[in-house]
């Protein structure tokens, strides 16, 4: 086996690990980030809306919002209809920052690019094709070890492998398992041309309670229409179990008489079945010399809109702990303690999100006669969902190197 020394091993090179990586680079680490695809590889997913806190910790990170997100489009509003198609609630997707960024719409290749690109900007490596297969700790180190009899050992491990991460078994294999929420996601960009009435205003992204699925959809700067849907599901989808013909039936049946229809026809190739999972609590976060952050250690239903958002928020949190302890352990700790509350927070107010979307008959007729009269009386009492959106990281200085 081949091994060498590093200072700092982040595993994973998605969301959580690039800005991780960037903040230990801040806090006067030298990290290098180990990626198990490679630097090409198609990343899985549509798109993800990233909500404006998580704006405000790219920018804490020394990233310019403009540039990373320079191929998306502004999406400060959701609109909420109806089975029938009644509007039940409009909203704001968090209000700007000081210099007028909001919640921004962004296909997921190229937020995962952009910030590649950050991250090596700031000076940090990037290895790819090393897959993780456990990580553990002595009195010297700790060591990663990959596919292909390939291992690293360094001061620091930080884990932001996702959902299924190794790392997090290594830390505690009692760990519980991601746990499925009875959704599926699927989605795509129209490539034909699309009825005008079913365009949304620009920066509004509106969401349907269809009668057998949710759906949801923006109008890109283009005139492409970006979409989403959420057949409810009682089992994860299994691999091979659609063709894409197959798949493309489904969907048209799911959507039958409904706006959404228009769009699956307009959409040469259709991205997904994806099973959506969240992973509630995680009891353990962190070793002496090992961390988790991320959907490694948090995963939000992606029907919040925040798994993102946390990624990048527990970045900059990690990176002032590691500023504020010279002992890692205590540095850990701190990281834990300043994160659990609000994460945990967001992933329930995630769950309770997604359950709105797998109701019967009755419960979605219950849901639309209700709602517009709840969200008025909520919002009357300012914005609800403030706490989640208004939650600002500070900005991290840079150690003296
Ligand atoms: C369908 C769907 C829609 C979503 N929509 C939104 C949205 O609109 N807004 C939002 O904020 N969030 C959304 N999310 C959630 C968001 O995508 C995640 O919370 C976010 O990607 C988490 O980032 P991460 O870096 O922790 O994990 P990931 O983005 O999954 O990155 C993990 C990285 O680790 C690598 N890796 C995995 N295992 C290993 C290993 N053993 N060794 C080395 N590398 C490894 C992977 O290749 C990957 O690059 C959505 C999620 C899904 C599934």
Known sequence: MTN???????????????????ALRIAGRTPVIYEAHGPGDAERGVFVTLAVNGVNAMRALGADPAVVLARGFATPRLALHGASGRLLAEMPLGGPLPDGTVTTTIRRADLYAALRSEAERQGVEIVYG???????????????EFEGDRAVTGELLVGADGLNSRTRTSL??????????????????????????LLPPPGVM??????????GWAAAPDGRVWWFANPPRRRPVER?????????????????????????????????????????????????RTVLVGDA??????????????ALEDAVVLGHS???????????????TTRRPRVEKVVAHGRRTSSTKVLGPVGAALRDAMMPLGMRTMHRRGDPQAWIFEHRVPMLARAPR
């Open 172 to 197: 505690d294999p009692s760990t519980p398992a991601p746990h499925f929420l009875g959704l599926l996601d699927t989605g795509g960009f129209t490539d034909g041309p699309v009825d005008a009435a």
């Open 130 to 144: 090393h897959r993780l297969t456990s990580a553990r700790s002595g009195p010297h180190g700790v060591t990663a």
């Open 206 to 215: 509106r969401m349907a309670f269809g009668r057998r699925a949710f759906f």
């Open 4 to 22: 060498n020394e590093r200072d700092a091993i982040v595993i994973g090179g998605g969301i959580a690990g690039t800005a991780a990586a960037i």
């Open 297 to 310: 250690a948090h995963a939000v239903a992606p029907s919040s809109g925040q798994g993102v958002s946390m």
């Open 240 to 288: 091979g179990e659609f063709t894409a013909d197959t798949w493309r039936a489904h969907l048209l049946e799911l959507a039958e008489g409904e706006p959404a229809a228009g769009l699956i026809r307009a959409t040469a190739e259709i991205l997904g079945p994806w099973s959506t999972r969240d992973l509630p609590r995680v009891p353990v976060w962190h070793g002496d």
């Open 322 to 336: 590691l500023r504020e302890h010279r002992e890692l352990p205590a540095a850990l700790s701190a990281y834990e």
